[in-house]
């Protein structure tokens, strides 16, 4: 894999031409991956960028989706491209919550280009960052938190416990934010899952919860998390919590 190359995703056209010539023009190889499952498997390790634009794919494409959204689990990051109703579409298949950045009709092929450097620019950046994976079935709080965050720290989202616990099969972050009360799986069930496994029982967790009454925070505790989180607090109030987390953390590894 070669720095600042991208993955470009599409059906080809006067677009995707142009989208290429930008990003050429900044120095990023762009690699042509037809949408189909060979193409897309045969190339999957050669960035850290896709790009999708979307448009009009032959059959076979949920196949396609559901291999990039593996792909995306391992620090791949998503740039969708497309009309707004073709990118809501392909939220059926893969998690809002996993896709970087979208860009849609009408956008320009050089807006595309700037992005994707800074893009790159600010993963050089947050390489050294603690990572921390926010784990919550509520997408507006989960971009919130990482808008709150993304200055200090390199965070991952999950949009449900499901997503997750696949996540953590294969990445390993130094800090979890779990929402406490999530559908279908909640976060006393996660947090034992988590406990219970030797890959996953040692990653610190701490609680999300919209509730302060005793009993939530009672339940909430007996877990025993690295602490507690609720989330009315101010985006400062958050960043300072888990300062002290990392700070605390680091003084006790000296």
Not at 41 to 53: G, N, Q, S, T
Not at 98 to 104: G, R, S
Request: aromatic share 10%; with cysteine.
């Amino acid at each position: 894999m070669k720095d600042n190359s991208v993955v470009l995703i599409s059906m080809g056209g006067f677009l995707a031409i142009t989208i290429k010539d930008a990003l050429k023009e900044r120095n990023v190889e762009v690699i042509d991956v037809k949408p189909s499952v060979e193409e897309l498997e045969e190339h999957r390790y050669d960035a850290d960028v896709f790009l999708v634009l979307l448009g009009k794919f032959p059959p076979g494409m949920p196949s396609v989706f559901e291999l990039l959204k593996e792909i995306c689990w391992n620090k791949k990051d998503l740039f969708v491209l497309g009309e707004a109703q073709e990118i809501k579409s392909l939220e059926e298949y893969i998690p809002a919550a996993l896709i970087a950045k979208t860009f849609e009709r009408p956008f320009s092929a050089a807006d595309v280009a700037s992005t994707v450097c800074n893009w790159y620019d600010m993963k050089d950046v947050s390489a050294d960052l603690p990572e921390i994976l926010v784990i919550d079935d509520d997408p507006v709080f989960l971009w919130t938190i990482r808008g709150y965050l993304s200055d200090a720290y390199d965070v991952k989202v999950a949009n449900s416990a499901l997503d997750g616990i696949r996540y953590l099969s294969s990445n390993k972050p130094d800090l979890i934010l779990l929402d406490y009360e999530m559908p279908v799986t909640n976060g006393d069930t996660v947090a034992q899952m988590l406990s219970n496994s030797e890959e996953t029982k040692d990653i610190p967790v701490m609680f999300l919860t919209g509730k302060d009454d005793k009993e939530t925070v009672m339940k909430v505790l007996t877990l025993k998390p690295e602490g507690y989180l609720l989330k009315s607090l101010e985006g400062r109030q958050i960043h300072a919590a888990i300062d002290q987390f990392f700070a605390r953390n680091f003084i006790g590894k000296l």
